[in-house]
């Protein structure tokens, strides 16, 4: 096993954190894991320690990048066609039950019913719920359906670029963003720990993140 082999298997546990955000929104956990280690393995060829960054905040993004592909191909998810097929077999399972039990089954009593798993059945009534596209087909092939997806990796992105904007800094300057932002001192506070006055602290300050609002900009 190569290290790069390595490092990737080390980390599919962050594949399978990124892809659970998705479960149930019409495409199989399978096919979301596939396309999450297609983003890892990305992600590992690419990243670059020397940003000072560790190896899951850079890959994060990439991720899920990969997976949100998925959903947005022309705006679209496409449910598998096995995905359908469980669902008939649901809306059956379903009525069965109803007339024999005067109520509806559980999730749980569906999976049993239909030796499937509880995700799996989920899956399947999630996809179903789904709204259709105006060019939603039906003679048999993939029908292609609408999904919001959270802007999860847009978010990540902008705080990766932020962090990479911080490493930048001279380490003065990176003192006084910790100081402030990240353990939440006052200017006065922040003054007498580095040995400077609140004034300096303040015209200093200003002109940080006057330069980091341009690097983010670009």
């Given at each position: 096993m190569t290290d790069r082999d390595k490092i990737v298997e080390e980390n599919l546990a962050l594949v399978h954190a990124c892809c659970k955000r998705f479960r149930g929104k019409g495409i199989e956990?399978?096919?979301?894991?596939?396309?999450?280690?297609?983003?890892?393995v990305k992600a590992v060829n690419n990243?670059?320690?020397?940003?000072?960054?560790?190896?899951?905040?850079?890959?994060?993004?990439?991720?899920?990048g990969?997976?949100?592909?998925?959903?947005?191909?022309g705006g679209t998810v496409k449910v598998s066609r096995s995905l359908k097929e469980l669902n008939?077999?649901?809306?059956?399972?379903?009525?069965?039950?109803l007339d024999e039990n005067n109520r509806e089954p559980t999730v749980s009593e569906l999976a049993k019913i239909l030796?499937?798993?509880?995700?799996?059945?989920s899956d399947a009534l999630n996809a179903a719920k789904l709204p259709l596209s105006l060019?939603?087909?039906?003679?048999?092939?993939e029908t292609e359906l609408e999904i919001p997806c959270d802007d999860i990796a847009d978010?990540?992105?902008?705080?990766?670029?932020?962090?990479?904007?911080?490493?930048?800094?001279?380490?003065?300057?990176?003192?006084?963003?910790?100081?402030?932002?990240?353990?939440?001192?006052?200017?006065?506070?922040?003054?007498?720990?580095?040995?400077?006055?609140?004034?300096?602290?303040?015209?200093r300050e200003k002109k940080i993140l006057l330069l980091m609002r341009d690097k983010l900009s670009v």
């Open positions: 956990y399978d096919d979301l894991f596939s396309a999450g280690c297609v983003g890892l990243f670059n320690p020397d940003l000072g960054l560790k190896l899951s905040t850079y890959a994060v993004p990439v991720i899920l990969e997976v949100k592909r998925l959903f947005r191909d008939l077999k649901i809306i059956e399972a379903n009525k069965r039950f030796s499937e798993s509880s995700e799996r059945i060019n939603a087909s039906y003679d048999g092939e978010k990540l992105t902008e705080k990766l670029a932020l962090r990479k904007a911080i490493s930048e800094l001279n380490s003065s300057d990176r003192k006084i963003i910790e100081l402030r932002y990240y353990k939440h001192n006052t200017q006065q506070k922040t003054a007498e720990a580095l040995g400077m006055t609140q004034v300096q602290i303040s015209r």
